[in-house]
């Protein structure tokens, strides 16, 4: 044998070779995602899954999924600090049905509600509705300053702060 010669080359290259790059886009399908009937617009937009392919059933993979949505999109108005989450529960044909998962407000909403010279009560409580739905309710105060008042803060004394706490245990469900 020569020198520098490669008997690999000779026989063909490297055992299965290079695989072909397919582009993974080709494997998705695109769905519409759709919110539930109590908001004015009921159309969110799309979502992507990969096809149905042997046990993967492509409503399966979308199942379970959440997508969050601010109130602006749905209603179509101006109050976008309102984030509502929806997760899908259904397919039906190319549209994935959603329902109500939760509501937030956007982080900077939140800042801009808290100021100096006050204080910031936050409490939950969980609430079970007549449907039999289960809902942990957030709740975040702050202190008011008094009209006619001279003093420059308006902190409410620790006392105040769990008596506020535990009268929300006391509300009817």
Sequence with gaps: MAVGKNKKLAKGGKKGGKK????????????????????????????????????????????????????????????????????????????????????TITTDKIRSMVKKWQSLIEAHVDVKTTDGFLLRLFVIAFTKKRANTMRKTAYAQHAQVSSICTTRNDRPS
């Design 20 to 103: 072909k790059v397919i582009d993974p886009f080709t494997r998705k399908d695109w769905y519409d995602v759709r919110a539930p009937s109590m908001f004015n617009q009921r159309n969110i937009g799309k979502t992507i899954v990969n096809r149905t392919q042997g046990t993967k059933i492509a409503s399966e993979g979308l199942k379970g999924r959440v997508f969050e949505v601010s109130q602006a999109d749905l209603h179509k108005d101006e109050n976008g600090f309102r984030k509502f989450r929806l997760m899908s529960e259904d397919v039906s044909g190319k549209n994935v049905l959603t329902n109500f998962h939760g509501m």
